[in-house]
C-alpha cells in the first residue's frame, strides 16, 4: 500500500513522550509506527505497534522489513526511546550500564542505521534523536544516562554528515525535565535544583519537544542538519 | 542459489545505473569491479547498491541479511570488490543462515 501521507517511526511509545508524540502525530495526519518492550494499552487509527526491545538487531530488522513492504518508504524516525537510573557511582550496577548503553546508544544507533536505509533510496529522510539536558548540567547520580546521551550528540553530529548526501538530516532534542516515569524516582529538591540551571524555570511540557520535532521535520528544515536544540534555556 | 543471488544483483545494478551518468553505467557482468582503483562506485555508492541488494533479497528470498557486516568488513580482500566475489559472500551468507 503506498500512501502520501507521511510515514513516521517513532521508538518507546507505551508512556510518557512517546506516547504523546504518536498521539499527536496522528492526530497530525501522519501514518505512526510505534514501538516498545511492553504491549500497548491504547489503539488508535493510523497506528501500527510493534513489541520489541530497540537494541535486538534481529527482531528490528524484521520490523524495518515490514515497514519497507508495506508503506514502501520512510519518511521521519523520532528516537525517543530511552531508560535512566538514578544512582551514585558506588552504587551502579554493570548491569544497569549495559542495559542504559543498549537502549540508549545501540538502540538509537540501530533505528539510524535501518531507517536511514528505507530513507536513502527516496534521497529523503529526517532522523530526529533525542539528548538530555543532564549532560551540560553534568548531573551528579547520572553519570551513565548523561553519558549516553552525550554519546548521541556524538552520533547525530556524525551521521548528520555522513547520511547528508543522501538527503537525510539528522538533528536532536533536549528535553528538560518532564513529569514522567523517567524522573519519578528523582528527589523533588534535586528536580528544583536542576530547573534553576535553566533559563526559564520550569518543567518541560510534551508540546516543547513536538514543538522542535517540528521544527527539525518539516521539508524547508532540509539545511538544518547536525544540530542539538536544548529546552529551557541551557 | 548463485544463479539467483547473481539475478538479484543484476536486478539492484539495473536500479543503480537509472541514475548514473551513461559514462559510469555498471556492467552487468561477474568480472566487474566495484570497488577500489578500478572500481566505478564510490563508498556512498557502494553503500546504495548494498541496501538495494538487502532489500531485493529479502522481497525474492523472504531472507533478512546484513551484507555489510563484521566479516565482511574486517577481511583483507574485501568481498564487495567485484561482483563475483559479493556473490559467493551473499551466497554464503544465505547458505549459513539456513544451516541455523
Same mark, same amino acid.
Given at each position: 500500500m503506498m500512501n502520501d501521507q507521511p510515514i513516521m517511526l517513532i521508538t518507546g511509545t507505551r508512556k510518557g513522550i512517546g506516547r504523546y508524540l504518536a498521539e499527536y502525530y496522528v492526530k497530525n495526519k501522519y501514518i505512526v509506527i510505534g514501538c516498545s518492550r511492553?504491549?500497548?494499552d491504547f489503539e488508535l487509527d493510523?497506528?501500527?505497534? @510493534?513489541n520489541l526491545d530497540v537494541s535486538d538487531e534481529k527482531k528490528v530488522k524484521i520490523m524495518f522489513s515490514q515497514i519497507r513492504k508495506k508503506y514502501g518508504r520512510l519518511d521521519i524516525l523520532i528516537n525517543n526511546a530511552g531508560i535512566a537510573s538514578m544512582n551514585h557511582i558506588l552504587l551502579t550496577p554493570i548491569k544497569t550500564v549495559n542495559k542504559i548503553l543498549n537502549t540508549n546508544i545501540v538502540g538509537s544507533f540501530l533505528f539510524c542505521r535501518e531507517a536511514s536505509k528505507l530513507m536513502q533510496k527516496k534521497r529523503f529522510g529526517r532522523i530526529v534523536n533525542f539528548s538530555t539536558v543532564a549532560t551540560p548540567l553534568k548531573l551528579e547520580g547520572e553519570a551513565i544516562y548523561a553519558c549516553s546521551k552525550a554519546a548521541i550528540l556524538s552520533l547525530t553530529e556524525i551521521i548528520s554528515k555522513e547520511l547528508a548526501d543522501f538527503g537525510i538530516t539528522v538533528n536532536s532534542v533536549g528535553p528538560t525535565p518532564v513529569k514522567t516515569d523517567l524522573i519519578r524516582s528523582v528527589p523533588k529538591e534535586k528536580m528544583e535544583s536542576l530547573l534553576?540551571?535553566?533559563a526559564i524555570n520550569r518543567y518541560g511540557k510534551f508540546s516543547d519537544i513536538s514543538n522542535v520535532i517540528d521544527f527539525f521535520i518539516k521539508p524547508e528544515s532540509d @539545511?538544518?542538519?547536525?544540530?542539538n536544540i536544548y529546552l529551557g534555556g541551557i | 542459489m548463485k544463479k539467483k543471488v547473481t539475478e538479484i544483483?543484476?536486478?539492484?545494478?539495473?536500479e543503480i545505473n537509472e541514475e548514473l551518468d551513461q559514462a559510469l553505467k555498471l556492467e552487468k557482468s561477474t568480472n566487474t569491479v566495484l570497488m577500489g582503483s578500478n572500481g566505478k562506485l564510490d563508498s556512498l555508492g557502494i553503500v546504495h547498491l548494498?541496501?538495494?541488494?538487502?532489500?531485493?533479497?529479502?522481497?525474492?528470498?523472504d531472507e533478512i541479511i546484513t551484507i555489510a557486516d563484521e566479516r565482511a568488513m574486517s577481511q583483507k580482500r574485501s568481498p564487495f570488490l567485484t561482483i563475483e566475489t559479493l556473490v559467493d559472500y551473499i551466497v554464503m551468507l544465505l547458505r549459513e543462515k539456513n544451516d541455523e
Open positions: 511492553g504491549v500497548v493510523n497506528y501500527q505497534h @510493534f534553576s540551571h535553566q @539545511f538544518i542538519t547536525g544540530q | 544483483i543484476y536486478q539492484a545494478i539495473n548494498l541496501v538495494i541488494i538487502e532489500q531485493n533479497i529479502e522481497d525474492e528470498l
